[in-house]
Nanobody
Framework: VQLQASGGGSVQAGGSLRLSCAASGFTFDNYVIAWFRQAPGKEKEAVSQISISDGKTYHRNSVKGRFAMSRDGVKNTVYLQMNSLKTEDTAVYYC??????????????????WGQGTLVTVSS
């Protein structure tokens, strides 16, 4: 299982970025792909997740209405569209995968595979 995250960068507050997570080595439809982030000095936290099979998504409260996830089954890629970015969104963002289940899982330890991080910096 391999996950390749990309799309990070530097933007001003109010701007947008789209992160991508390209997956390979497993049956894409059977998984949940999540985005976590870790800001300097803080613990890793779950941001958003999507069930590949049915497209159901979850977002933490602080990003609801600003972030959206989507998936492309042909490219085996999920996207995190981040709009109206705030300085507090600054972090290294990681994508991670776990087998599909009906439950929302925000604990990082429950995810089996991780991509490398991509840095998002939001300036005021």
């Amino acid at each position: 299982v391999q996950l390749q995250a990309s799309g990070g960068g530097s933007v001003q507050a109010g701007g947008s970025l789209r992160l991508s997570c390209a997956a390979s080595g497993f049956t894409f439809d059977n998984y949940v792909i999540a985005w976590f982030r870790q800001a300097p000095g803080k613990e890793k936290e779950a941001v958003s997740q999507i069930s590949i099979s049915d497209g159901k998504t979850y977002h933490r409260n602080s990003v609801k209405g600003r972030f959206a996830m989507s998936r492309d089954g042909v490219k085996n890629t999920v996207y995190l569209q981040m709009n109206s970015l705030k300085t507090e969104d600054t972090a290294v963002y990681y994508c991670a995968s776990r087998l599909t289940s009906d439950s929302i899982e925000t604990r990082a330890g429950k995810y089996d595979s991780w991509g490398q991080g991509t840095l998002v910096t939001v300036s005021s």
